[in-house]
Nanobody, 127 residues
């Protein structure tokens, strides 16, 4: 069983930056694909970014490309989400997720593909 714990959320002004972390326990994530999703109040959970384990290929939602970067440090069993130039529409509860199988560009954004989820960390961007 894999446990994922997110941290790093908070309140930031538009244009600011945050770095989210997701620490895994119970298993090494070195052979897992990892993703970040977010959910705003009253909206469905949406894909933000994902990273594979072998080639470290990255995938991003169009709305965050150029502003958000996903990375991983398998030695620390941790995945990061560096968020710059934040906008009010980036507000939401950010979830980390792990996929024990492979992901591809068409499957990375699909939440049901992921096997394990964290509890989320809140990001609020004020205008």
């Amino acid at each position: 069983q894999v446990q994922l714990v997110e941290s790093g959320g908070g309140l930031v002004q538009a244009g600011g930056s945050l770095r989210l972390s997701c620490v895994a326990s119970g298993s090494t994530i070195s052979s897992f694909a990892m993703g970040w999703f977010r959910q705003a109040p009253g909206k469905e959970r949406e894909f933000v970014a994902a990273i594979t384990w072998r080639t470290r290929s990255t995938y991003y939602a169009d709305s965050v490309k150029g502003r958000i970067t996903i990375s991983r440090d398998d030695a620390k069993n941790t995945v990061y989400l560096q968020m710059n130039s934040l906008k009010p529409e980036d507000t939401g509860l950010y979830y980390c997720a792990a996929e024990t199988g492979p992901i591809a560009p068409m499957t990375a954004p699909l939440a049901p593909r992921y096997d394990y989820w964290g509890q989320g960390t809140q990001v609020t961007v004020s205008s």
